[in-house]
């Protein structure tokens, strides 16, 4: 019998709490980076969310090209702020292909956890800050 091949994730996902200066109030930050590293451009990853109770959907649509066509090294990135979440939620992350990855998130008032993690999945998810500079 032929073993199944692991497939290696494509993405990373960091989901934590950010004060967001702009609009003078914290938020729960997810974004999603590319595990490779382009050496051209800083693409933009095109997201797509949406809330519905506690099940939070967060779809994968593509890569763009900056406006700005300055050279610069780096994954690929996309984020999405929320405002008004807390408690568990069901996370349903999908990409183009409709490969789905289902985890279980607390979001608590200081911090969120990863309850849970699908197994062999696409994407890496941490509650690490990232800087978002």
Known sequence: MAKKKVREPEYSLNIFH????????N???FLVQTIRIFVSFRYEILL????????IDLKIVGLHVPELLMPQTGPAAGRRDFKELQ???TLNISKQDKTLNIFQIEI?????????KPNNAFL???NEPVSLA
């Open 48 to 55: 797509e969310e949406a809330v519905h109770g506690s099940v």
């Open 124 to 126: 890496i998810v941490s």
């Open 27 to 29: 938020v729960i930050v």
């Open 108 to 116: 608590l008032p200081d911090t969120v956890e990863i309850r849970q």
């Open 87 to 89: 408690g568990s939620y």
């Open 18 to 25: 950010h004060y967001d200066e702009k609009i003078k109030r």
